[in-house]
């Protein structure tokens, strides 16, 4: 394979790399349609779209074009608060062709940011700009990245380095790379930033704390990103010294007044708390005795004269329950309908277990209709081959967002969509050079969840790497594999959670030991007469959840999606599939078919080189190559271990396993990234 | 103030960036001057010879030159052992004009390509080529980086990020980070790399990291930096299973050498291990009542047959021994002299202590005559300010390899140099843009002990900003000047070791309770009297572990230098400095001095905006306006505490405290870099 002489990249510029535009034809189209700006406020946010927009035609058409105040043809125009239908919002923009000059306008500054960063965007995809006429406005109002970066620099779950918010050094220095996250962020429609784990420091609501997220916030203002920050409901015990914690405590009610009123002092756009209560650990109301509406409407009440929001998490469980784990958050939650604080919304997991490769969609969605609720992603690669393995997301999240419930799709019962980072100091921001597709496509889809899955790869792809029609086919086909493989080599036809235990990283089906559900053999069930997990009426009835005729078709054998068989029915080894093969057949030819893809995936990457600078050409191989080693480790292992259960062969066309499942179990993993704590 | 246009840097390239020469007339000279390469060979380390010779030359003279067979007027010649002299040893190498050509030959490659390095560096310091002649060979054998970087990627005292070595995903990808680290390193002659912290994880000798260290070795070989791996003396308990790890066991004996076997064979050039041992909980030969040169030896007597080392480290005191601790490394290792095997390098920090502002030489140099010798510095900032100060270390080290020993200067009495790192996976590897000079300036030092610090201060500047004259004397002067500005506003006057307690991090001369010799009060004596620990005959006699006549010079009052002073003697308040002075009001003096000190240097960097790019100017500004902040934190709680002794007045001619004494010790300060098990 011959490397192509591009200049190295590194991924830092993401998808703002505003790189010349080769094509001579359209370059010169574009330099006679972009020949001036014309602005008519100077206000924070519009001189970062001014800025915005001088970089990038630079950049990409090789000029530095004037600005002016008079418009004249070729000018681009923007901020005319005028121009824009009010329809769009608060956060909407048009770009529109007007007697020769090109508008981009939103009833509000930051809007025009938004529109500033589409039309550049059409610049780098190469779109015509003659007859450009968009309106866009965002379909839910809350687009959120959660960050779950420690003060200490760890991140839980953090698979691309260290954290990059240097709170030591905060608030006196600003590093660059805080201003290139703005832009990134901006660029793609997020309007807020959870800056800390949802695992809570108390210490990030100090004074000394609140400084260094105030200087953030002050940076962040013109870029219309709201900072939030996860409060750890027991904070009153560990930081102000208060005997209880309890919500409904006057004390503590005043407490957290005092608080809310000392943080908007400061941070005056404050957007809010992301709280995780009694959840895996964390303290929260029930430890009271109290509900979580009673927890959630502490902090909501308290916020809510300065505008703030709460989004408490939908992500609970009990530490000693022996009812089925993905139903306790319905049973927790569905009965509080109603009784949450306006201010507060809800912010529910995709699936009701825990982010794994595929899931149903949570049967809260449809099911809170008085309750805000947000919809949670984890771009985080917790649960799919943490930041080595390219696994694009956006059909995984579109699975959930076009998921049918009772009151319509889940895009249209939530307010608005949180997403857990995957950001970290690596240079290229997420450790996979296409991780950053899965950030990328949060943004795109919190602002428009009707965009599908190849239209934002296809956008990406361009943008990050190159507009050549042949590159930009074959390597969109590869991030559409790249969704469905880990699934197939990791958890086929709806297992879940058999992974190693707690840092997730490689197979760990028999893990077993301590709590049942933080175990491999609660979730797959496996003995001699199949595997999966009953929740169908005659098991733990996880499927009454769902409203008709939803709950129906997923207890039914017959009916339910093959994909998410065994999450909801215990079936037997000889069961026959679709395809014709048995259970135990199928799940050989899904394990293999998962190496295949990967394989593909490989073979589909070295045909790419010409179109690819090296640098990110091999480290994107290189990681493709470790991803084939992981895949077969996964297979080998899960069809190993499961073949004590099914006592079959594995079908003798297939490739057999490299070692005995003595050989994986004893396998052993220290110091795998995500897992901050853990020490030898 | 007016920024420069100079482009955007972030410190990436180190001091190996090759930006264009503008000096025109320069520029023609050394075109003509350098037409064309000449090599004959093409080993590994011609290859990357070649690669940096083409890659500086490209840069610097904006030419591609050919590689031509034929030796012509303007060729580069390297390679050619013939031209070398045999003086030069394996590592030297002599760059000659001959005939219209330039040779750079050495008697090994490695030694061409230091020379290599060399001949760019005339370049980017803009020196004359035409009488070029240099002949330069290491003074030192041993130039060895220490890595404190633990294998869950955090380092021990790194103030830079984290860990640039990502064990998770070795062996199979390599970042080109690594790389680019090798060239650095190699750039200034360091030619050894212990990869893992010296408080040793045992993990870092089973095979799955054994391979990961060799994957780096490969990576490195060209650039002859051997690998080093720190080694836990308890290593056959812990990943053996073996009942004991006593050096004279039979089993414990072949173990390590079945270990060292184990790694000859997958890295061939194994440099050896580091140990530190029976130090600060670490374990080591005292737990089976063995000796430390038991101890070495055992691990000694296993690499010999590969050719290994074993560095011993110096840095041995006791959980629990009333005797001054300063004293407690020569009391048990020099009676040891002459028991170490011939293979075995004793690793002696500077000072007695542990990396303080400043210390008196270790009086172990010069009195083990005996035992193969290294000098052990530290670029980490562990007690100068983290990595938010600027401090020029290299009067500092030179204090050390200048001191005179009976034996000689100190440099004379070690056959090699190690640097805890102060690299991390910050952009620009050390964190402060000038952090990066401590690095180069060991490496330089390692080499050649004889550069002054003026003249490693001005080629670093020059390569790593600018060769503008002005720029480079005013920024010369600057960092001569921050070598002392610490000590003025931390430990003026031999103070030492009143940081915070554990992390280090600002001003603790209050912190008492545990282990007397982690408490401040321990080593400054303050009271109603005067400060300063005691050393001479009348107290812990320490100077008597110094030969005479210095032991005697220190000693006394009158002849102990005056920046040592409080380290050797109590000295009452009223004691009058040769500054006129009474030592309470020299004290209020260093501690304003020092801040003034650090005002100057900010004066000078604004004065310097139009030498350097705006990015860098405006970091260094930043972290300049932190250290001042420090500096008065420090000056200011250190006054006042000690205040409590002398009773008198901070003279009224100097700024005031800003604070209350009780302000300053109720001050806490929670995950500061470099201490990674911290936890609120």
Same mark, same amino acid.
């Given at each position: 394979?011959?490397? $192509? ?54 950049? =990409? ?83 959120? +990245? ?5 003060? %200490? ?49 108390? +210490? ?17 203002? &013109? ?6 920050? *996860?409060?750890?409901? $027991? ?13 409904? @405590? ?10 809310? #009123?000392?943080?908007? #002092? ?24 109290? *509900? ?35 139903? #306790?958050?319905? %049973? ?20 009701? =277990? ?51 419930? /009772? @009151? ?100 760990? &089906? ?37 409203? *008709? &005729? ?7 054998? @017959?009916? /339910? ?17 679709? $395809? ?26 070295? $045909? ?42 594995? &079908? ?29």
């Amino acid at each position: 394979m011959k490397h $192509s002489d591009k200049p190295a990249e590194e991924g830092y510029e993401l998808w703002l790399r505003y790189v010349p535009i080769e094509d001579e034809a359209l370059l010169a189209t574009y330099r006679t349609r972009i020949t001036s700006l014309v602005c008519v406020s100077d206000s924070p946010t519009l001189k970062v779209a001014q800025a915005e927009l001088l970089r990038g035609i630079k950049g =990409l058409l090789g000029v530095s074009i004037p600005l002016t105040d008079t418009i004249q043809p070729g000018a681009v125009v923007f901020g005319h608060p005028d121009l824009a239908p009010p329809t769009l919002g608060d956060e909407g923009y048009i770009i529109k062709r007007l007697n020769e000059a090109i508008v981009i306008a939103g009833n509000t500054d930051i809007g025009v940011l938004y529109g500033v960063f589409h039309f550049l965007r059409l610049l780098q995809t190469h779109q015509p700009l003659d007859n450009v006429h968009i309106e866009s406005a965002p379909k839910l109002k809350y687009r959120i +990245l959660n960050h779950w970066d420690n003060l %200490d620099g760890t991140i839980e779950r953090g698979y691309a380095g260290f954290s990059f918010w240097d709170w030591h050094k905060l608030p006196d220095y600003l590093a660059p790379r805080y201003t290139e996250y703005a832009r990134a962020v901006t660029s793609i429609g997020i309007n807020g930033a959870a800056l800390t784990n949802v695992n809570a420091n108390a +210490l990030s609501l100090t004074p000394q704390y609140l400084r260094k997220a105030a200087a953030l916030a002050d940076l962040f203002r &013109p870029y219309g990103i709201r900072v939030y920050l *996860s409060a750890r409901f $027991s904070a009153p015990l560990e930081i102000a010294g208060l005997k209880t914690a309890d919500p409904l @405590d006057a004390g503590v009610i005043a407490w957290w007044q005092a608080k809310a #009123q000392e943080i908007y #002092q400061i941070i005056p756009d404050f957007g809010g708390f992301i709280v995780k209560a009694n959840s895996e650990g964390q303290p929260g109301p029930h430890d009271y005795y109290r *509900s979580h509406s009673d927890g959630a409407n502490l902090l909501a009440n308290a916020l809510a004269p300065f505008g703030g929001i709460v989004i408490w998490r939908a992500f609970v469980y009990a530490s000693e329950n022996p009812e089925d784990r993905t139903k #306790q958050a319905y %049973d927790d939650l569905v009965p509080q309908d109603g009784l949450f604080a306006a201010n507060v919304l809800l912010q529910v997991k995709n699936g009701p =277990l825990d982010f794994q490769p595929r899931e149903p969609y949570h049967p809260i969605f449809g099911a809170m209709s008085h309750t805000s609720l947000m919809l949670e992603v984890q771009m985080a690669q917790e649960y799919l081959g943490l930041a080595t393995h390219m696994v694009y997301m956006a059909p995984l999240f579109k699975e959930t967002l076009d998921a049918e419930t /009772c @009151d319509g799709p889940v895009a249209k019962t939530v307010l608005g969509m949180a997403g857990v980072a995957n950001t970290g100091s690596d240079r290229n921001w997420c450790g996979h050079p296409f991780g950053a597709a899965n950030w990328y496509t949060f943004g795109r889809l919190a602002w428009d969840y009707t965009l599908s899955s190849e239209a934002i790869a296809d956008e990406w792809l361009r943008m990050t790497f190159s507009n050549d029609t042949p590159f930009v086919q074959k390597a969109t086909g590869m991030m559409l594999t790249s969704r469905e493989a880990p699934v197939n080599y990791m958890t086929p036809l709806g297992l879940h959670h058999i992974m190693a235990r707690s840092h997730h990283y490689g197979p760990g &089906p028999w893990v077993t030991g301590g709590r049942p559900d933080w175990t491999s053999l609660y979730y797959h069930q496996a003995d001699s007469e199949g595997i999966g997990f009953n929740r169908t009426p005659s098991g733990s009835n996880a499927v009454s959840q769902y409203c *008709s &005729p939803y709950r129906e078709q997923l207890a039914h054998l @017959d009916t /339910c999606p093959e994909n998410l068989l065994l999450w909801f029915h215990h079936v037997a080894w000889r069961h026959v599939l679709k $395809s014709g093969r048995t259970l135990w057949d199928e799940l050989c030819f899904k394990y293999n078919e998962g190496v295949t893809q990967v394989r593909r995936m490989q073979a589909d990457w070295d $045909s790419l080189a010409e179109y690819v600078d090296a640098a990110r050409f091999e480290h994107v191989r290189a990681l493709l190559a470790i991803q084939e080693k992981e895949a077969r480790w996964w297979r080998d292992a899960c069809l190993l271990y499961f073949q004590t259960f099914s006592k079959q062969p594995i &079908p003798a066309d297939y490739e057999q396993p490299a070692a005995s499942l003595e050989y994986y179990m004893n396998l052993q993993h220290y110091f795998v990234p995500g897992i901050p704590e853990q020490r030898f």
